[in-house]
Nanobody
Framework: QVQLVESGGGLVQAGGSLRLSCAAS????????MGWFRQVPGKEREWVGT????????YYADSVKGRFTISRDNAKNTMYLQMNNLKPEDTAVYYCVADPGMWYSGTYYPDYWGQGTQVTVSS
């Protein structure tokens, strides 16, 4: 079993930045592709992005491309989501996810999910 714990959420003004972290345990970190989803209550979950097992490839939803960056440190078993130029529409609960396989869109449901962290962007 894989445990994922997110941190770093909070309240930020539009145009600001925030960095989320996700600490993983329970399985060799480098065996997992990692990523982020987000969800607003009452709406479907939205895929944010994915990073390959060794970090040599990242993929993003069009809504965040150019503003968000996913990275990982396999020595620390941790993944990051750097969010810049935040907009009110980025407000959501952000979920760290992991899976042995890769995925490139929101149609795939990764095996492992964190508990989520709230990000609120004020206008």
């Amino acid at each position: 079993q894989v445990q994922l714990v997110e941190s770093g959420g909070g309240l930020v003004q539009a145009g600001g930045s925030l960095r989320l972290s996700c600490a993983a345990s329970g399985r060799p970190f480098s065996s997992l592709a990692m990523g982020w989803f987000r969800q607003v209550p009452g709406k479907e979950r939205e895929w944010v992005g994915t990073i390959k097992w060794n970090g040599d490839g990242t993929y993003y939803a069009d809504s965040v491309k150019g503003r968000f960056t996913i990275s990982r440190d396999n020595a620390k078993n941790t993944m990051y989501l750097q969010m810049n130029n935040l907009k009110p529409e980025d407000t959501a609960v952000y979920y760290c996810v992991a899976d042995p396989g890769m995925w490139y869109s929101g149609t795939y449901y990764p095996d492992y999910w964190g508990q989520g962290t709230q990000v609120t962007v004020s206008s």
